[in-house]
């Protein structure tokens, strides 16, 4: 009998091979989404009784295509001459195994001309990142039920569009580009943080979400900003096995053992990123990259060329607007000028960033290394009771249980 647990990991990989697959050959994204959730309940009852088939994927597609078919059959008084002409390519003999880069290529199908980047992304981050609407909703900073609204009507507009979904012509991938790395990024940024759940990291997500950044690469490699955010995941990734002590517990940067870091992944981001800083217009991700670069070049927490991270956070904060920019920024600032600026630079995110734990966190941390360990412990507590992430509100809720310990 196969282990749930390994049954649900081989399940989250294979969704959007399956996915890719039948929503390039029915060009009906809405109805081949639907089938695979069938599929996918169908294998979660029968693998772990029945053990693994001898080709998981294929078997996820065969019983894709028959839920189609019967969905369209039993459609075709309303959509007869639509369900017969899908109906006949489905059941035209056994669908074939999909190439390695269906997953891609669904990226690419998502990024439709009908929607705007807005309004793709999260549709991408749902039906190819394999990430639920309420995580989706914490990465934009709205409610769960706001998020859901906009993916559903994402799709609402693609079917009324009249647009097939398919596969874009090579003419029509630059196009989409941006919207494919945005995606990609944040699935990595799931992945290595995960927002929800008991674990630090989701690795399935970011290793995937690596792997199809290095064959965007492949496809565009004269373009630096994909070779940035390349270049970000490889050099945040590096550190993963030091981001967890023992207990599976969180390890913040400053106390990461840095010999754990992968030295090789390192070395190719920092070539990467040298190598795209000069080609063109520098992006958002060129400078995360560049960012990471000082992190993982300093030998130790102290040595970590903070003014420059100032720098580029500047930059960074002027090309996107983002509050989480600011937050970082806040952070470097301290680093730089003092706990007391960093505060003040916070205050203005009281609004944007209204209710997220980030917020409480990083003024407990700057407000404990002003003395005040009463503030300190409201602000780690209230920033543990806010985050869905079971081992960050572990980590926040011992940060508070030190500072209220006895101090001699």
Not at 254 to 272: K, P, T
Request: proline share 6%; aromatic share 4%; hydrophobic share 45%.
């Amino acid at each position: 009998m196969t282990p749930a647990s390994s049954i649900e990991d081989l399940l989250r990989a294979l969704a959007p091979q399956a996915l890719g697959a039948m929503a390039r050959r029915s060009r009906d994204f809405d109805g081949a989404e639907d089938a695979v959730q069938e599929a996918l309940l169908a294998a979660a009852r029968q693998w772990p009784a029945d053990g693994l088939p001898d080709n998981p994927l294929g078997w996820l597609i065969t019983v894709t295509s028959r839920r189609m078919t019967d969905a369209l059959r039993s459609e075709e008084a309303r959509r007869r001459r639509e369900g017969a002409a899908v109906s006949r390519e489905l059941s035209g003999g056994p669908p074939p195994v999909p190439d390695r880069d269906d997953s891609l290529a669904l990226f690419f199908m998502c990024c439709h001309p009908a929607l705007t980047p807005a309004s793709a992304i999260p549709l991408t981050l749902r039906a190819v990142g394999g990430l639920t609407t309420a995580e989706i909703a914490r990465v934009f900073l709205v409610p769960e039920a706001t998020m859901g609204q906009r993916i559903s009507r994402a799709k609402a507009h693609i079917k009324a569009s009249g647009v097939p979904f398919v596969l874009p012509g090579a003419t029509e991938w630059g196009g989409r580009v941006r919207t494919v790395l945005h995606v990609l990024y944040l699935m990595f940024t799931e992945g290595y943080a995960a927002s929800t759940g008991p674990h630090v990291a989701r690795s399935e997500l970011s290793e995937e979400a690596i792997r199809l950044t290095r064959m965007v690469a492949a496809m565009l490699p004269e373009d630096p900003e994909i070779s940035g955010l390349l270049a970000l995941m490889l050099l945040n990734e590096a550190r993963r096995p030091a981001r967890t002590g023992q207990r599976g517990e969180l390890v913040p940067l400053a106390d990461q053992d840095r010999s754990r870091w992968d030295q090789v992944m390192i070395a190719e981001g920092v070539a990467l990123i040298t190598s795209a800083l000069p080609l063109g217009k520098v992006g958002q991700y060129q400078l995360q990259a560049a960012i990471a670069a000082l992190h993982d070049e300093a030998a130790s927490a102290e040595e970590t060329d903070w003014a420059q991270i100032l720098a580029l956070y500047g930059l960074l904060e002027q090309m996107t607007g983002n509050p989480i920019v600011r937050l970082n920024r806040a952070v470097a600032l301290a680093m730089v000028h003092g706990e007391a600026a960093g505060l003040r630079l916070l205050e203005s995110l009281d609004e944007p960033l209204a209710g997220n734990h980030r917020l409480y966190a990083v003024r407990a941390h700057l407000v404990e290394k002003t003395g005040d360990y009463e503030a300190a412990i409201a602000l780690y507590r209230t920033a543990a009771g806010r985050t869905t992430s079971i081992a960050e509100r572990e980590y926040l809720t011992m940060r508070a249980a030190r500072l209220d310990a006895p101090r001699p």
